[in-house]
């Protein structure tokens, strides 16, 4: 069995998170809490490994090292 724990929010965070459990039909706020991180975390993976995104072009026979001159 899991640990339940209590954490204190605004009235304004906990409407929030009311109003976001209620659009997604999540069946608790543990659920919606957990939905949030999992958004954030992929955020900051999609800002850490695409910050080259568009820019990387696939190599060339041209960019093998042993057919480069001098």
Known sequence: ???KATIKV?????K???KLKEENNFSSMDETITYLIKL???EK?????G???G????????????DRNG
């Open 45 to 49: 993976l999609r800002r850490v490994f």
């Open 55 to 66: 820019r990387i072009t696939q190599f060339s026979k041209d960019d093998r090292i042993e």
């Open 1 to 3: 069995m899991q640990e």
């Open 10 to 14: 605004s009235e304004n965070t906990l």
């Open 40 to 42: 954030y975390r992929e």
């Open 16 to 18: 929030m998170l009311k």
């Open 51 to 53: 910050i080259d995104k």
